[in-house]
Nanobody, 119 residues
Framework: QVQLTESGGGLVQAGGSLRLSCAASRSISSINRMGWYRQAPGKQRELVATTTSGGSTNYADSGKGRFTISRDNAKNTVYLQMNSLKPEDTAVYYC?????????????WGQGTQVNVSS
């Protein structure tokens, strides 16, 4: 089991930057995949970016070239650097941890952090 706590959200003008942090309650080095998802009002939760324990990263097209996901295993923290923010990036951003065992797969979510981008 793992508990996730996001921080770093806030209000920023279009073109600005934010860095989100996701602190885990245990070591993340063995967690198969960690990522960021977001949910805008009236929309479904969607992928933003993921990073695997092997170091691979994956980005939604909406964030490619603007967002960077990284992980600091020593601090048990995953980051999302967001640059050139747009109003359409406004959403609640959630941290996710995906753990796969030989018998089961588990998804854990943080409580979310609000990002508001003004035009």
């Amino acid at each position: 089991q793992v508990q996730l706590t996001e921080s770093g959200g806030g209000l920023v003008q279009a073109g600005g930057s934010l860095r989100l942090s996701c602190a885990a309650s245990r070591s993340i080095s063995s967690i198969n995949r960690m990522g960021w998802y977001r949910q805008a009002p009236g929309k479904q939760r969607e992928l933003v970016a993921t990073t695997t324990s092997g170091g691979s990263t994956n980005y939604a097209d909406s964030g490619k070239g603007r967002f960077t996901i990284s992980r600091d295993n020593a601090k048990n923290t995953v980051y999302l650097q967001m640059n050139s923010l747009k109003p359409e990036d406004t959403a609640v951003y959630y941290c996710n941890a995906f753990i796969q065992t030989p018998l089961n797969a588990y998804n854990y979510w943080g409580q979310g952090t609000q990002v508001n981008v003004s035009s």
